[in-house]
């Protein structure tokens, strides 16, 4: 089955890759008109645009210079590494296997579905 599938994707795909590069849509074909798209002034001046508020977007107010997400100070990786030690001992880890799912929430990968409990009925008198 997964061997159709794939085989059904890839036949879509070079379609539509031919009818892009081969069949003509005015006077160029889908490529040509992309690339026609793609160098003109206004998408420079786009492209341009977005570099610039990306850019302002990722420097930190501290003398402006740009900073990548991804590396920690000495400080912040301190302090982070004390908060995982903390919620870890309090058994609180924001999704830990002691916290039981909301009602309507699926439980987690390894958890039993805990079954709603009945409501007991009366006993009929004899």
């Known amino acids: 089955m997964r061997l159709i599938r794939l085989l059904v994707t890839l036949a879509i795909l070079g379609g539509v890759a031919y009818v892009a590069v081969a ?15 793609a160098g003109s002034r206004e ?3 786009l ?10 977007v990722v420097r930190k107010d501290d003398g402006g210079q740009a900073r990548s997400q ?11 590494k004390k908060l995982i030690k903390e919620k870890l001992s309090a ?9 039981k799912p909301e009602k309507g ?11 709603p409990k009945k409501p007991k009925k009366p006993k009929k008198p004899d």
């Open 70 to 80: 991804d590396r920690l100070t000495a400080e912040e990786r301190r302090l982070l």
């Open 91 to 99: 058994g609180t880890g924001g999704g830990d296997a002691g916290e």
């Open 47 to 56: 492209v341009d645009g977005v570099k610039k508020k990306a850019q302002e």
């Open 23 to 37: 069949v003509p849509l005015g006077s160029k074909t889908l490529w040509g008109h992309i690339r026609a798209i």
């Open 105 to 115: 929430e699926k439980p987690e990968k390894g958890e039993k579905p805990k079954k």
């Open 43 to 45: 998408s420079k001046e």
